[in-house]
């Protein structure tokens, strides 16, 4: 190694240490650092850099990004006067549901806490636009370090952690801390090192994602095929989402998997015929940058904290079954818990047993209700049977309406109407079901 590449150095000691730079660790350290924290944020790749998504923001991510930016996205943040995040970029209206012979364009709720407003970002933009903001916000950022291993505090029986050694190259570098966030996203090394266990035999999902060219880069809507075909006509398991990027679109395919119903698709062969399925109506140019990835859904680990650590984003979980969202839920999560900090501080217990109560109480019953729709979704013939039920009829714009609010968790325990008091009732019976009977008998969010 010379010197021109050599890492940025890393602090000796810090008072919080975060790791991984995704939408969770970057908004950890924002969160964190405008409080008047020491937060150190650490990256294994240097930024900007490239994380396999479908780009989507729903409004629940806006409305996250809207708080963690300290005002409207679109402009300058109040905290740190950078540029808005969301400034110039799309601006959708809502979800175009295809399949069955029919589609449905479904305009987001009227909601008093989410905004009729979702986008689409590059992730390579706006993780650098987060992790930038979060060193506005005054955290130390530091890329080119990969975390190799977590250390105990020596008379510690309950897991405290006191440092967390990196490599880049040949060097090795130990960070001492009195807080520790992971958010190290789907492949979580040191959460793993820490007993965090993805339990892979629940509802999980397995996308792909490209990007084209279309003259229709500003389409107002997500679009989503829930019936996909090969050039056969043969029904293929998964489904296709196009969200458009302005200057072109982010095209991918995924479908769920469990343990008893492994999702037997190559996803990325799939997405080349869901591209040329839709190249007609979209003018598409070839699909670049094929890339596949796994996502963690539905909260499926079994412990996310514990005396002075804790997990955000997709380390926890943290992504909806129903639509493969987690950018929203890794900067609430994050967002959460910089909030819950001070009362950690005070408990003997710290975030052991406050974090996965948090969670449990945020995301619980949704994310079991989720949890339990998406594994029905991977029996096989059930959405061919009761897909065209809601694509077709007079019916059709308020089942899908319905269907887009409870893809999108769209509901807060305020909402009074029908539609979210049947969902919110349904959660809390999913949820009880699972403390009765969980398939892997161990607790989520444990
Ligand atoms: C194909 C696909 C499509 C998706 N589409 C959408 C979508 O449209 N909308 C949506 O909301 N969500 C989507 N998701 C989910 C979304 O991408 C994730 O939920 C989100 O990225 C989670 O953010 P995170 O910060 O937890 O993790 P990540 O974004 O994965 O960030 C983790 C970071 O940690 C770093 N890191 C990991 N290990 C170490 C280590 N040991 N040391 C140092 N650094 C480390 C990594 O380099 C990375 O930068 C999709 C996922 C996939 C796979």
Known sequence: MNASTLPAPLPTSCDLLVIGAGPAGAATAAAAALTGTDVTLVDMQDFPRDKTCGDGLTPRAVHALTRLWGGDPTLPSPHTGDVGILAGR??????????????????????????????AVPRTDLDDALVRFAASCGAQVVTGWKAVEVHHAAASTAGIVDAVTFRAGRQTHTV????????????????RQLGVTWLRGLVHGIAARSYCTTPRGNDPWIHSHLELRDAAGTAQPGYGWIFPLGDGVNLGCGALSTSTRPAKVNVRKLLGEYADLVRPEWDLGTPTQVASALL????????????????????????????????????????????????????????????????????????????????????????????????????????????????????????????????????KLSAAHDRFWHEDSRPLFG
């Open 90 to 119: 799309p601006e959708i209206r809502g979800l175009a549901l295809h399949g069955f012979g029919g589609s449905v364009h479904s305009p987001w709720p009227e909601h008093p806490a989410f905004p009729p407003r979702g986008s």
């Open 176 to 191: 001492t801390c009195r807080t520790l966030v992971l958010a190290e996203g789907v492949r979580s090394g040191i959460a």
């Open 296 to 427: 963690p859904m539905g909260g499926a680990v079994t412990r996310v904290a514990g005396v002075n650590w804790a997990t955000v984003g997709d380390t926890a979980a943290l992504v909806n079954p129903l639509n493969g969202e987690g950018i929203d839920y890794a900067l609430e999560s994050a967002q959460d818990l910089v909030a819950l900090l001070p009362d950690a501080v005070r408990s003997p217990d710290g975030l052991r047993h406050l974090w996965p109560a948090h969670l449990r109480e945020q995301y619980g019953d949704a994310f079991s209700l989720a949890r339990r729709l998406a594994t029905l979704l991977t029996m096989p013939g059930l959405l061919a049977a009761v897909g065209p039920l809601g694509f077709r009829g007079p019916t059709a714009p308020v089942v899908m309406g319905a269907a887009t609010r409870l893809m999108g968790n769209l509901v807060t325990p305020d909402d009074r109407d029908l539609t979210a008091r049947a969902w919110l009732a349904a959660g």
